[in-house]
């Protein structure tokens, strides 16, 4: 199918702003233009709103809780959420949005955490970050009010990658998830399936853009290795992860590499469910205002966080 009429709307407004080719823009410029598209997104009430900073391999990593309304003084079930942006942009504040909007619907505590950005912090920093504040949220679960018991991952895009990855490193300890939220999630470095020459350029996200964020984000290292492409991990690797929910768009050049994974996890014998969102982009599930299938992605995840964690 073609796109929507609301995604038509969205690509039109962005190709009459004529901008230099990737290449040629820096990494604060780029992070000045995403921060700014954020700006008039719709924030969800919730009970509260914390700032934090859990202990990190390079110093401290700032996080923010955001607490239900409605919550009961008995623990409540924890998503720590890892924002999208290719490593390189986003943050916290571009992302206040969704994770209120995680809180709100589904009732679970969300921690954000805005991890160190490429390339002054390349491969492995986000991931250590990462890891070390699902461990932080674990230790300090009585002072957060929630049940380490009901712990998930989730993130978009680059920050779907990096909940996988950090499923996987966590697996086998006491901090591991009980559930992964993987929307659009980048899983394969080689740039080489399908939905890349499908879907290269004129779609928000291009080929031209991964290529930047994954130079940004390994440099010279290798694009395969499972801690940056979770598709090639191995399949002792993948068994016994926490079950998943993968949420995919059709025009979006990531969208085999995460149904691909999807195929992994379930070839590796844990649960996992599938979602393409058809006619829409890249982006669409912080898109809800403007894009009505990014509220039914927001409300999907919401009621599989709900299930899951119950």
């Known amino acids: 199918m073609p796109v929507t009429a609301e995604v038509k709307t969205i690509l039109d407004l962005l190709a009459a702003m004529e901008g230099p080719p990737i290449e040629e823009v820096t990494p604060d410029e780029m992070r000045a233009q995403y921060e700014a598209m954020s700006l008039a997104a719709t924030k969800a009430d919730v009970a509260s709103v914390s700032d934090h900073v859990a202990p990190g391999p390079a110093g401290d990593v700032p996080v923010r809780v955001y607490v239900p309304a409605g919550s009961s003084s008995e623990p409540r079930p924890v998503l720590v ?89 966590l697996r086998d300890t006491s901090a591991a998830p009980r559930f992964q939220l993987l929307v659009y999630p980048v899983t394969d470095g080689t740039m080489g399936h399908p939905s890349y020459a499908e879907n290269a350029d004129g779609l928000f996200l291009t080929r031209d853009m991964m290529a930047w964020f994954w130079q940004h984000y390994v440099g010279s290292g290798s694009r395969t290795d499972p801690s940056v492409s979770p598709l090639h991990a191995t399949a002792s690797a993948l068994e016994g992860l926490a079950p998943a929910l993968v949420i995919t768009a059709e025009f979006d050049p990531l969208r085999d590499e995460g149904e691909a994974y999807a195929a992994r996890l379930s070839e590796a014998g844990v649960p996992c469910a599938t979602t393409r969102y058809d006619g829409v982009i890249h982006g669409f599930f912080q898109m809800g205002d403007m894009i009505p299938e990014g509220n039914q992605a927001l409300d999907e995840a919401a009621d599989a966080l709900r299930r899951a964690l119950a």
């Open 81 to 169: 959420y890892f924002h999208g942006g290719g490593w390189v942009i986003g943050n916290i504040e571009t992302h206040d949005p969704t994770a209120r909007a995680l809180a709100a619907r589904s009732g679970v505590t969300v921690v954000s955490v805005d991890y160190r950005l490429a390339p002054e912090h390349p491969a492995p920093a986000a991931l250590d970050d990462c890891v070390a504040a699902v461990e932080w949220v674990v230790a300090s679960a009585s002072e957060l009010g929630i049940d380490p018991s009901r712990l998930a991952v989730g993130g978009d895009s680059a920050g779907g990658n990096l909940a996988a990855v950090v499923s996987c490193r």
